[in-house]
């Protein structure tokens, strides 16, 4: 299982609900905690590695402590709160970028889990706001969007050289989605 990158289109369409929970999928997700960790991050996507379900997963107290491991199947978002708080995010399937993100800070969502058990839950703050990436990477939306006009003009040459490096890669390996990172 890897990564795949910007702007490989998985990313920018909005996946499918996933029909059934079996053992191929419990697998995959301990893949992705996986490779979440490997790559340091706090949250991560199906559609992040091509698997373009709705399926996400989150632990916002990273490798350290696996107590904190959430997966989330069909979520929706039933309700935002009004306390907006700005913050910084970054992306996995973006890594060299990094921009202050406006979201709310708490949300009323459901969700199932691996047991396919239903759940409702309000979230507050750090899990609300990565719950909300995650989610937004479900619905094809990356937090490139969420970003202010000046931040987004700062990275639209970045965003250029990711594109070109992505058509050059398409056109001589076949791997348009993977690359490799420098470390």
């Excluded at 996400?56 to 009004?82: A, Q, T």
């Excluded at 306390?83 to 009323?108: D, F, K, M, W, Y």
Aim: glycine share 8%.
């Amino acid at each position: 299982m890897q990564l795949v990158y910007y702007p490989d289109p998985v990313l920018l369409k909005t996946a499918q609900p996933l029909e059934q929970i079996d053992g191929e999928v419990k697998a995959r997700t301990e893949e992705l905690f996986e490779l979440m960790y490997r790559e340091k991050g706090v949250g991560l996507a199906a559609p992040q590695v091509g698997w373009s379900v709705r399926l996400f997963i989150l632990n916002i107290y990273g490798h350290e402590d696996r107590s904190g491991e959430r997966v989330f199947i069909n979520p929706r978002i039933l309700d935002k709160g009004e306390e907006i708080t700005v913050e910084e995010e970054g992306c996995l399937s973006i890594p060299e970028l990094r921009g202050n993100v406006s979201r709310p800070e708490a949300i009323l969502c459901e969700y199932q889990d691996l047991s396919g058990e239903k759940f409702r839950e309000e979230m507050h703050e750090l899990e609300a706001r990565v719950f909300q990436h995650e989610f937004d990477h479900l619905n094809g939306v990356l937090f490139l969007r969420h970003l202010n006009t000046t931040a987004k003009l700062l990275a639209k040459k970045l965003l250029r050289e990711l594109e070109e490096e992505y058509r050059q890669r398409g056109d001589s390996s076949g791997k348009t989605g993977v690359r490799s990172r420098e470390p």
